[in-house]
T-cell receptor, first 113, second 116 residues
Framework: GQQLNQSPQSMFIQEGEDVSMNCTSS?????WLWYKQEPGEGPVLLIA?????ELTSNGRLTAQFGITRKDSFLNISASIPSDVGIYFC?????????????FGKGTKLSVKP | NAGVTQTPKFRILKIGQSMTLQCTQD?????MYWYRQDPGMGLKLIYY???????DKGEVPNGYNVSRSTTEDFPLRLELAAPSQTSVYFC???????????????FGNGTRLTVT
């Protein structure tokens, strides 16, 4: 089936550092979503992107929908301990539905105070 | 605002046993989904429903059954539990089948299932 390549798999950073993670695919997507999952909870939507080239911010988080429609990145600026969690990208294929959402394997973020 | 509620939170089953994972949402969403999450892997879609009485298979439906008798409830049934079904199960709902237009998935907090 379709796959998203999400990298890095894990990150160990110092509080205050910036973080960058990305997802790539061989297929074209019409929507990119970024979710965060904290231990014992379900994923929570952070940012949704609907147009190629779109750059969207949510507080210290910024995400972009790649021009080719095959990639997206998420940046976190000035990380804090509560940023700890697993970050997932998800893509909806062109012409597809949320029944066809494809999830990356996640980036596990650890922040050292 | 409860959102999506899943029960139980944890369960241990023996091989061959059956159980039902419950999911209910209070957002009047037509669309509901069941995912499983294995360690180090992304979410895999098991089944989804576009409305009461309508269900469809996702990527990994084998060994599971679902029903959707009401808009609010979407239970997932395991008939003959197998070790390969050890996973964390997430139920989700959405206003639209399209992620575009501001209708992303809302997830429950998951059911951690172990089959031994």
């Amino acid at each position: 089936g379709q796959q998203l390549n999400q990298s890095p798999q894990s990150m160990f950073i110092q509080e205050g550092e910036d973080v960058s993670m990305n997802c790539t695919s061989s297929s074209i997507f019409n929507t990119w979503l970024w979710y965060k999952q904290e231990p014992g909870e379900g994923p929570v939507l952070l940012i949704a992107l609907y147009k190629a080239g779109e750059l969207t911010s949510n507080g210290r988080l910024t995400a972009q929908f790649g021009i080719t429609r095959k990639d997206s990145f998420l940046n976190i600026s000035a990380s804090i301990p509560s940023d700890v969690g697993i970050y997932f990208c998800a893509g909806q294929l062109w012409g597809g539905s949320q029944g066809n959402l494809i999830f990356g394997k996640g980036t596990k973020l650890s922040v050292k105070p | 605002n409860a959102g999506v509620t899943q029960t139980p939170k944890f369960r241990i089953l023996k091989i061959g046993q059956s159980m039902t994972l419950q999911c209910t949402q209070d957002m009047n969403h037509n669309y509901m989904y069941w995912y499983r999450q294995d360690p180090g892997m992304g979410l895999k879609l098991i089944y989804y429903s576009v409305g009461a009485g309508i269900t469809d298979k996702g990527e990994v439906p084998n060994g599971y059954n679902v029903s959707r008798s009401t808009t609010e409830d979407f239970p997932l049934r395991l008939e003959l539990a197998a070790p390969s079904q050890t996973s964390v199960y997430f139920c989700a709902s959405s206003y639209s089948i399209r992620a575009a237009g501001g209708s992303p998935l809302h997830f429950g907090n998951g059911t951690r299932l172990t089959v031994t």
